[in-house]
């Protein structure tokens, strides 16, 4: 839990976006929620640019590095994940709490050992970097054991900010779904955790699922090569990173119910079924840390019918932090998100531009994932249709990343339209990339 004075956490601000109206008998309200943090450290700035040494909030990174025997093919990738550990390790600020875990079908710890975190400074960073020339690879893989073995060396330091990041490049064969899962369900609201896939022998929903399960970043490094480079941007960005376990609550008045909860920028994640009660009516959703940065949320509430001309407020958006001593900290910000009964069918019937917008996002990152499914079943049909859409939808929202992947995976013939051909070959790292990147949004045009 989060332990800090108002001097280290950024400003908050919390904008809602809605058409209140409903027509009569009306109940379902929608609201984009963007919510903003200001004046903290910056968000990819280098270790150090951001604070004096040891001004920074306290943090604690874990670095695990897939050194299972499919690491030595080819040779260069081994070498590769441990430059880029190398570079990550370069871009801590000092005074960070830091280690480094090797990961098989068991974890161990490169460096320091002893079960601890080391605080990075010229020596201790050096020492990380002797230590990673003696990683090598070989056994099998079990990513839940790395997982619960970063989640006890994080937990052994005092810091405000806990963050981990995985690096794997095989399928996590030697442990059961249901270990992964139980490890990512006890990590969970511990620390944050961004995931990465190096090659393209690994499974996508297995990174995924990882990265969203500890509200952390996953994509694919198709190329070793380009590791390094990942891994310092990565490290740079939880430099940045001010406050941890932020909670959107969200209270609602009696009668009224809400529908789902999800965040549609920078990535659609669904985040209805993490709520936790927070008192007579209100809940908390997890948001995970925080820097200098921008977030959109899409609210859906159910609200009772009532007469025209009636108005109520459907719901209340706040944000709080919780305290070693069980207490919140509210930080501060606030939005309401209101429901009024009209007769005027223009008013009732408009649609938010911000509303439109993330409802299509996230018809664009559902169409992505279901179109690819089809075509791995081999219903060539449903996934042109699909894919399609996508392409459809990513041209009309000027989502133009999305609309490059796609066209790695189809021939696009109209994109208005939405008519694509499938390609009959597709490289499978352009297959895996559009897939682990199905959830990146554009945010909506002001």
């Known amino acids: 839990m989060a332990n800090f004075s108002k001097s280290n956490v950024p400003q908050f601000s919390v904008d809602v976006y809605q058409n209140e109206y409903l ?83 068991v974890a161990k710890e490169v460096y320091p050992g002893g079960g601890r975190l080391a605080v990075a400074d010229r020596t201790t960073r050096e020492q990380a970097k002797q230590a990673l020339r003696r990683l090598s690879a070989g056994g099998g893989t079990a990513i839940g054991t790395w997982l619960r073995l970063a989640d006890r060396l994080l937990s052994s330091a005092d810091v405000a900010i806990r963050h981990g990041i995985l690096l794997t490049d095989g399928r996590n064969e030697h442990e059961s779904p249901e270990d992964l899962k139980a490890a990512l369900d006890s990590c969970a609201g511990r620390f944050t955790c961004d995931a990465r896939g190096v090659g393209t022998d690994w499974e996508v929903k297995e990174v995924t699922g990882i990265a969203s399960a500890l509200l952390g970043t996953a994509d694919i490094v198709a190329d070793p090569t380009g590791l390094a480079a990942d891994f310092t941007q990565m490290m740079e960005t939880a430099m940045g990173k001010e406050v941890a376990d932020v909670a959107l609550r969200l209270w ?19 985040l209805t079924d993490r709520r936790t009660e927070a008192g007579p009516r209100a809940g908390d959703y997890p948001t995970g840390s925080w820097g200098d940065e921008s977030r959109d949320y899409h609210v859906c509430v159910e609200v009772p019918s009532a007469g025209l001309g009636q108005e109520m407020l459907a719901a ?27 007769d005027d069918m223009a008013a009732s019937t408009s649609i938010n531009p911000q509303v439109a917008h993330y409802t299509g996002q996230a018809e664009l990152a559902q169409a992505i994932q279901q179109g690819l499914n089809l075509r791995k079943a081999g219903d060539m049909d449903g996934a042109t249709a699909k894919l399609g859409r996508a392409v459809q939808l990513a041209s009309a929202s000027g989502n133009a990343d999305t609309a490059k992947l796609l066209a790695k995976v189809v021939d696009v013939v109209d994109a208005v339209t939405g008519t694509v051909r499938l390609k009959a070959k597709v490289a499978e790292a352009d297959e895996m990339t559009l897939e682990t990147r199905s959830t990146k949004t554009v945010r909506v045009k002001k």
């Not at 025997?69 to 081994?78: A, C, I, L, R, V």
């Not at 944000?319 to 001593?325: E, G, I, K, S």
């Not at 606030?334 to 009209?342: E, K, S």
């Open 23 to 105: 027509p009569d008998g009306g109940r379902e309200v929608n609201a984009i929620v963007t919510v903003t943090s200001t004046g903290g450290g910056t968000v990819g700035s280098s270790a150090g640019a951001s604070y004096a040494p040891g001004q920074g909030p306290s943090a604690g990174v874990a670095i695990m590095v897939d050194c299972s025997g499919s690491m030595d093919y080819p040779p260069t990738k081994m070498r590769n994940a441990r430059d880029a550990t190398a570079a990550a390790i370069d871009t801590l600020r000092d005074g960070t709490h830091f280690a480094v875990v090797g990961g098989t079908h």
């Open 252 to 270: 609602t008045p009696v009668g009224t119910t809400i529908k789902f909860v999800k965040q549609v920028a920078p990535t659609v994640e669904q």
């Open 316 to 342: 209340r958006v706040s944000l709080v932090v919780p305290q070693p001593d069980g207490s919140v900290q509210n930080l501060g910000a606030q939005g309401l998100i209101r429901a009024v009964w009209t």
